[in-house]
Nanobody
Framework: QLKLVESGGGLVQPGGSLRLSCAASESTLEYYAIGWFRQAPGKEREEISCISHSGGSTNYADSVKGRFTISRDNAKNTVYRQMNSLKSEDTAVYYC???????????????WGRGTQVAVSS
């Protein structure tokens, strides 16, 4: 069973950058599309990006397009999220999850990690 662990969160100033990692343990993630989600305080969880199992296809929510980049290194069993030009509204807990293919439906994703907190504040 796929088990995912997020890391790389922290406190950053507006305009700064962070790189999050989503690593698989006890299994390989190369057969899974991986989605990144976030949940801000008082809001529902939302999907912000997804990368296909090969890495050949990615998609992004409009709120992060042009600022966030998702990539993967299957040899390292890890998916990355580079976040640039961070804004206060990016403050949230960030989660990764796996699915057979990238979809818009959160219910299609499983093997959720526990999340990593990102706080954007001066």
């Amino acid at each position: 069973q796929l088990k995912l662990v997020e890391s790389g969160g922290g406190l950053v100033q507006p305009g700064g950058s962070l790189r999050l990692s989503c690593a698989a343990s006890e299994s390989t993630l190369e057969y899974y599309a991986i989605g990144w989600f976030r949940q801000a305080p008082g809001k529902e969880r939302e999907e912000i990006s997804c990368i296909s199992h090969s890495g050949g296809s990615t998609n992004y929510a409009d709120s992060v397009k042009g600022r966030f980049t998702i990539s993967r290194d299957n040899a390292k069993n890890t998916v990355y999220r580079q976040m640039n030009s961070l804004k206060s509204e990016d403050t949230a807990v960030y989660y990764c999850a796996g699915a057979p293919i990238c979809t818009l439906w959160e219910a299609d994703f499983g093997s959720w990690g526990r999340g990593t907190q990102v706080a954007v504040s001066s």
